[in-house]
């Protein structure tokens, strides 16, 4: 959570990809959010939500702290076909844990549509000694 008391991760100890959250430093009990299999946890800025990624359906958990943290149903709120990052395993935090973000508002989020996989890949040019280029070019454009 955005004031580091609660921590929120991907686990596979029951054979599947779930959502926790647990207090942090401790000590306290983990609280599974997700239902159905979730990856890519990341807190809205404002602490009272939660969005992950279960398959290709983005998911949010509304939350509420008193004594202890609570948790809403899980919600989808689209589903589409975006890049997942390296945590869509479960695997350690890291720069590309999550391959989306969450605007501080938490209406919008920033994401890498999948594309067609059947298309050939766009041309790349790669130009050496482009300076030099540039030079010709201008000396060409003042000759005329």
Known sequence: MPDGRWVAYCSNESRRNEIYVQPYPGP?????????????PTWARHGKELFYRSGDEMVAVAVGLGSSLSADRPKVLWEGRYNHG??????????????YDVAGD???FLMIQEGDNDRAPPEIRVVLNWMQEVMRLMAEKTQS
């Open 86 to 99: 390296q945590n869509s395993l479960c695997g350690p935090l890291g720069p590309t844990s999550s391959n």
């Open 106 to 108: 938490g209406q919008r």
């Open 28 to 40: 306290g009990p983990k609280i599974q959010i997700s239902t159905e299999g979730g990856t890519d």
